[in-house]
Structures are given as structure tokens and as C-alpha cells.
């Protein structure tokens, strides 16, 4: 088990959006596995990528500010619609606490 999370220092990444649903931040084609382990190149992946897979040089994942960033500061009501534990594997993988 992890340790509890007592003081973050890290650049922020702000997605200014409310009423982020569990299939905006890991669409349902990515629900067939099982394992956490690299679920965060799927996070907010319609967003992020272009129908050829190619990233979106606009999304704010996508910015070079971005990298390395542990802190998603999102709009009102994230996460919200169903309970899917792949959202939070996502989150997580990609880096953020």
C-alpha cells in the first residue's frame, strides 16, 4: 500500500472543464483489461488524440508544461457518472496523486 499523500510539490496541470465523466477521462474501448499498468496512455484519450492517433498539440496534456506534472486541478463535478476504476488507474499511471 501506498503512503499517505502529506505534501505534493509539483507543476499543476488545469483542464478548466466541468462535468468530466468517466468516459471523457478513459473511453469504454479501453475497458478490457484488468491491470492498471499502463492505463494512463489512455487518459482522456479522445481528447488527447486525433483520429490517427497522432496527440493534439492543443490539449493541455499535451503541452510541454505538462510533463512531469502530479496535480490535475479539474472544473466542478469530475469523475462524475459511473464508478469505473479504470478512470483513477488512468489518473494515476499517467502520473498524477
Known amino acids: 500500500m501506498s ?7 509539483s507543476r499543476t496541470v488545469v483542464l478548466p472543464v ?14 478490457v483489461t484488468t491491470a492498471s499498468a499502463g492505463m494512463g496512455a489512455a487518459l482522456f484519450a479522445d481528447w488527447r ?9 492543443d490539449f493541455v496534456l499535451n503541452r510541454p508544461e505538462a510533463a512531469g506534472a ?17 478512470a483513477v488507474w488512468a489518473l494515476v499511471d499517467h502520473g498524477f496523486q
Do not use: M
Open 70 to 86: 502530479r496535480v490535475l486541478v479539474a472544473g466542478r463535478n469530475f469523475g462524475c457518472w459511473s464508478s469505473r476504476e479504470h
Open 49 to 57: 488524440y486525433g483520429a490517427g492517433g497522432q496527440p493534439k498539440a
Open 3 to 9: 503512503e499517505p499523500i502529506r505534501v505534493i510539490r
Open 18 to 31: 466541468d462535468n468530466v465523466d468517466t468516459d471523457q477521462i478513459i473511453p469504454a474501448r479501453f475497458l
